[in-house]
């Protein structure tokens, strides 16, 4: 190589490297950041509330999630943790279904007996003994029957028939309208799920991107319908639970069809844009079990599948969907008595905390009813201990 070369192969070399732009933060992005972090401090008060309120233990209709929690540091400590666990057994529809079955008629009785050996007793006749305290009783008896009215009519369906805890032939229809009980349950746990435009902007060139554009240019909002990854969590732990009960061998298809795993609940961490996902639960043949030299026929098999974007105005709402054609299979939960009251125990308990304002007024009307009775039974001690003294 000669003198000149060598001299002018390193200023090629200087004059092929260019100088990195530096990095400017500009106004739009301190405002994005901004937004970012009031909406993280939202959040967090919004997990705390939620871990530690009371008031929010009341009123959050969805049972205790396990799965999806704080981190270690931010949850409740020991005995929070009993108290949170006392506090919605002594409000949730079970808890006061004791006070229609048991309780309350013996309430009844006692205050019927009471009433009886007061208008039998000559010396206790009188206007204040027959008047005022037996109106109260009155009073206290018509606040039991509205609040055993208002639990009939306001206490979830399926919930109800669980806790009436008849063990009675379903035959076909029983098990279809336990079917549709459960159904109606699931509905409750299907949402829509909006696409976030700002965060697909990341990746332009993708697929879903490309299409969540074209549907806003039609005027519309792209959107997922499907289960979440906290619903998709509660029904894997049912389906556990319902294996545990009944030993029934259940696998899990992910990756490459007739390669399957034992199934258990996962944790699923789902960003923003992250499609919700439909269930198909079927059975594995013969076939199937050859191929993949696991498992035997008649085991089930659980299938999850991502939802494609579509046109929110296209999406069913809670009110008209069709559960059926985003969770698939239940029917194989239903093929026996046995196993359809197993399923239908384990998901009448996420009824339990439902419909919060109607348990306030269920609560209410059993302490006014045994308000009413505790203050005839005090009002006819003092007129009954000056005559006994």
């Known amino acids: 190589m000669s003198a000149e070369?060598?001299?002018?192969e390193p200023e090629n070399q200087n004059d092929s490297i260019k100088p990195k732009k530096a990095f400017v933060l500009t106004d739009e992005m301190r405002r994005r950041i901004a937004e970012s972090e009031k909406e993280h401090r939202r959040y967090k008060r919004r997990e705390r509330?939620?871990?530690?309120s009371r008031i929010s233990w009341f009123w959050d209709e969805f049972?205790?999630?396990?799965?999806y929690r704080p981190p270690l540091a931010e949850r409740r400590n020991t005995r929070q943790e009993m108290a949170y666990h006392r506090f919605r057994q002594m409000m949730s529809w079970s808890f006061w279904s004791r006070m229609k079955s048991g309780a309350g008629i013996k309430l009844a009785a006692v205050g019927g007996l009471v009433a009886a050996f007061i208008q039998a007793a000559p010396p206790l006749k009188g206007a204040e003994a027959a008047v005022g305290p037996l109106s109260w009783l009155l009073v206290g008896g018509g606040f039991y029957l509205l609040a055993v009215i208002w639990f009939e009519w306001k206490c979830?369906?399926?919930l109800k028939r669980t806790l009436a805890g008849k063990e009675e032939y379903l035959g076909i229809e029983g098990r279809r309208w336990l079917l549709a009980l459960?159904?109606?349950e699931l509905r409750r746990w299907?949402?829509?799920k909006p696409y976030d435009l700002d965060v697909g902007g990341i990746k332009p060139e993708s697929y879903k991107h490309r299409l969540a554009l074209d549907i806003t240019r039609h005027g519309e909002i792209p959107a997922y319908g499907g289960f979440s990854e906290f619903a998709s969590a509660r029904i894997e732990y049912a389906l556990r639970e319902y294996a545990k009960l009944t030993s029934t061998a259940i696998w899990r298809e992910e990756f490459k069809p007739n390669e399957f795993q034992k199934f258990m609940p996962v944790h699923r961490m789902c960003p923003r844009n992250m499609p919700l996902r439909n269930l198909h639960l079927s059975?594995?043949?013969e076939s199937e079990a050859e191929m993949a030299k696991v498992g035997k026929e008649g085991d089930l098999v659980v299938r999850w599948f991502d939802n494609s974007l579509d046109f929110q105005s296209r999406l069913p709402t809670p009110r008209n969907l069709v559960v059926s054609a985003y969770a698939e299979g239940f029917i194989y939960l239903f093929r026996t008595d046995a196993s359809a009251l197993t399923f239908t125990r384990i998901v009448a308990q996420w009824q339990n905390t439902m419909r919060p304002l109607c348990r306030l007024t269920l609560i209410g009307l059993f302490l006014a009813s045994g308000g009413c009775f505790l203050w005839f039974v005090f009002l006819q001690l003092k007129i009954l201990l000056p005559n006994l003294l």
């Open 156 to 158: 979830p369906v399926l």
């Open 190 to 192: 299907w949402s829509v």
């Open 5 to 8: 070369n060598q001299l002018t």
């Open 283 to 285: 059975v594995m043949n």
């Open 63 to 67: 049972p205790n999630e396990e799965l």
């Open 49 to 52: 509330r939620f871990e530690f």
């Open 182 to 184: 459960v159904e109606d």
